[in-house]
């Protein structure tokens, strides 16, 4: 299997993609991972074949399907159909509208492509057409955007997989069924933060990490092509474009076609700028909205903590101190403000955070930091798991905060000689007795550690760790080994 370009054809018919399989040379008009075509083409059946004239010498070449074959297969006007043009060892794939009296039209190009002559006879296969599909619960069913929009329609094809087709645009071809993982929740909440998806699709960053993310998702999740995805350099400094240009070519393994000219930043960047990624396909930013709808509808804690990461991925930030990390904020807009407070609320977030100036979340605080980690690793979630410079920051923050070494300092000691007299603290830590009490009668060291005893010869200080300061040093040792991985 290898793509062919034939060197005769105009720009736009270049852009066709084109396959040898076997012996046969396919050329197809659709959204699909090349793979997936492969496989799909030699499993499926025709569910009707015939010879037909094609008209060449309109401005739209068209054939007619025969009234007989019409009513066999029960094909009316309006309908969608999935069809291939033979010719020798020569196919055209492609989905079109039927008209009245069975009409078809045929790209110009896929015409020019055959060499097709006014009236020539070629073969004429119909593979599928569209149909409803009863909603079945294996995950996520996106055979069912046609609820979401009433101008889509859908071809079953085998092995689970459907034709999208939508107004006449290049349709897309793509699993029936997706899994409601975590994900895809990430990625759908990352470009929801720093993406649009009315219009096209398109993503603005400038972490490679994040990028790659997307373009593993789309691909591995919806099956879609990084080859379909086109990328534009915003630059402030563009006597700097063509280092930028290489560093985002090679970091991200694209090729030349891919990239748009090079834009002017009105905003001062660094020397690799910012990358756009963009599909300017509707059906795909149609379909984005129809996935993400459905998430937000069923969203539940679980999920939420997920939608949380991905918008933390594109929103977030880690702000420190002199003391440490001083807090984690989360920026929104008014449109966005009532969307994060429910996934805030959910992941039981809500109460750890604030809101500043009316566009950020704000975490801030030594307990209120230790109880944001610990709500998210306990529900097995790697805040920042994705964007490493930031999840560094944020997890040396903590780690390296006063309180959290002083905390280490006292409790390591403790769990490991638990239940020891003040004087033996002192000797163990090799501090006074005195500073050691002063220091572990503070307030905010109540829930880590306890202290009995009347502090007399009969009766002396008693101290041990308790079960919160157990979990507190199991998630310093959780985050020095996740802020590195």
């Known amino acids: 299997m290898k793509t062919i370009f034939n060197k005769n054809l105009t720009k736009e018919e270049k852009n066709i993609p084109c396959l040898e399989i076997k012996d046969k040379r396919i050329y197809y ?5 090349s793979f997936n075509f492969v496989n799909l083409y030699k499993k499926e059946k025709s569910i009707c074949e015939f010879l037909a004239k094609i008209n060449t010498q309109t401005l739209r070449p068209f054939i007619r399907i025969p009234l007989k074959i019409r009513k066999s297969i029960n094909i009316n006007e309006k309908d969608i159909v999935l069809i291939r043009i033979c010719k020798e060892k020569q196919e055209l794939e492609f989905v079109t509208q039927v008209y009245e009296w069975g009409l078809l039209r045929i790209p110009k190009n896929f015409v020019d492509i055959l ?25 996520i069913d996106l055979a069912q955007i046609i609820n979401y929009d009433k101008n889509v329609k859908i ?25 409601s993982s975590s994900k895809l929740i990430e990625l759908l909440f990352l470009i929801h933060g720093d993406g649009h998806y009315k219009s096209k699709l398109y993503f603005v960053n400038k972490n490679p990490e994040l990028h790659k993310f997307v373009f593993d998702g789309f691909e591995n999740i919806f099956n879609i092509p990084k080859e379909l995805w086109r990328a534009r350099i915003l630059l402030f400094d563009l006597d700097k474009k063509d280092y930028s240009k290489r560093y985002w070519k090679d970091t991200l393994d694209l090729k030349n076609p891919q990239f748009y000219t090079t834009s002017k930043s009105a905003l001062k960047t660094n020397s690799r700028g910012n990358l756009r990624i963009i599909i300017d396909k509707t059906i795909l930013s149609l379909l ?3 996935v993400f709808d459905k998430i937000i509808n069923g969203l539940d804690e679980k999920n939420s903590f997920h939608a949380l990461n991905g918008l ?9 101190n002199k003391s440490g990390l001083h807090k984690i904020t989360l920026s929104f807009n008014k449109q966005e403000k009532e969307l994060f407070e429910k996934i805030l609320r959910k992941a039981s977030i809500s109460k750890l955070a604030k809101e500043e100036q009316n566009k950020t979340f704000v975490i801030g605080g030594w307990n209120n930091l230790y ?41 390591a000691v403790l769990n490991k000689n638990n239940n020891s007299t003040a004087n033996e603290l002192a000797k163990l830590l090799e501090i006074r007795r005195d500073s050691i009490l002063d220091t572990l009668r503070k307030k905010q060291y109540g829930n880590f550690v306890k202290i009995e005893g009347k502090g007399v010869n009969k009766n ?23 802020k590195i991985n």
């Open 288 to 290: 984005f909205r129809f």
């Open 155 to 179: 071809i079953p094809r085998q092995k689970d997989f459907i034709i999208i087709y939508y107004k006449k645009k290049i349709p897309i071809t793509i699993p029936r069924f997706i899994e």
């Open 29 to 33: 008009k659709e959204i699909i991972n």
């Open 371 to 411: 109880s944001f980690f610990k709500i998210l690793l306990s529900n097995n979630i790697i805040p920042f798991r994705v964007h490493s410079e930031r999840r560094k920051k944020a997890f040396d923050g903590f780690l390296n905060h006063s309180f959290t070494k002083t905390m280490v300092k006292h409790l």
């Open 460 to 482: 002396p200080f008693i101290i041990s760790i308790t079960k919160e300061g157990k979990i507190f040093l199991k998630l310093v040792v959780q985050l020095e080994k996740l």
């Open 312 to 320: 933390l991925y594109a929103e977030g930030g880690a702000q420190l």
């Open 115 to 139: 060499d097709i002559k006014n009236n020539e006879k070629v073969l004429i296969k119909i593979v599928g057409k569209n149909t409803a599909l009863v909603s079945c619960n294996k995950g």
